[in-house]
């Protein structure tokens, strides 16, 4: 009964690539909670970090990574993207991180659209793009 175009919709406005330096626990919990996660870990192991954002260009979705040489390719070169969190949490006990990431990715997903976050344990900081 329901229309598959607009369950691919659906499917596609919960999308996001997880970068290979993200926790895979963090990708597992996220797509146990109905997230379609293209891991790069498993569609393409090893591509430059240009890639990877170019990866999310073309889904038009937001890149969730652990490595802040994201930062840099957004802010001082400039790459488009179409949202960036970046997980700072590596001082946190693994069950902590992962459940802390995957209910701040659940419950503030369209805040990170054409966005550059920064989640911590302190909090999380989210910088629309247009504030250049």
């Given at each position: 009964?329901?229309?598959?175009?607009?369950?691919?919709?659906?499917?596609?406005?919960?999308?996001?690539?997880?970068?290979?330096?993200?926790?895979?626990?963090?990708?597992?919990?996220?797509?146990?909670?109905?997230?379609?996660?293209?891991?790069?870990?498993?569609?393409?192991?090893?591509?430059?970090?240009?890639?990877?954002?170019?990866?999310?260009?073309?889904?038009?979705?937001?890149?969730?990574?652990?490595?802040?040489?994201?930062?840099?390719?957004?802010?001082?070169?400039?790459?488009?993207?179409?949202?960036?969190?970046?997980?700072?949490?590596?001082?946190?006990?693994?069950n902590e991180r992962i459940q802390l990431a995957t209910t701040t990715?659940?419950?503030?997903?369209?805040?990170?659209?054409?966005?550059?976050?920064?989640?911590?344990?302190?909090?999380?900081?989210?910088?629309?793009?247009?504030?250049?």
């Open positions: 009964m329901n229309n598959p175009a607009e369950e691919r919709d659906l499917v596609s406005s919960k999308l996001l690539v997880a970068d290979e330096s993200l926790d895979f626990g963090i990708i597992h919990e996220l797509r146990k909670n109905g997230i379609d996660v293209i891991s790069i870990d498993e569609t393409n192991p090893g591509i430059m970090d240009s890639e990877v954002l170019a990866q999310a260009k073309l889904h038009k979705c937001i890149l969730v990574t652990e490595d802040k040489d994201f930062g840099e390719l957004a802010y001082r070169l400039k790459l488009e993207h179409f949202g960036i969190l970046l997980i700072r949490l590596s001082d946190l006990p693994r990715i659940l419950n503030h997903f369209d805040k990170f659209k054409n966005s550059f976050s920064v989640l911590t344990k302190i909090g999380l900081r989210i910088k629309s793009s247009q504030d250049g």
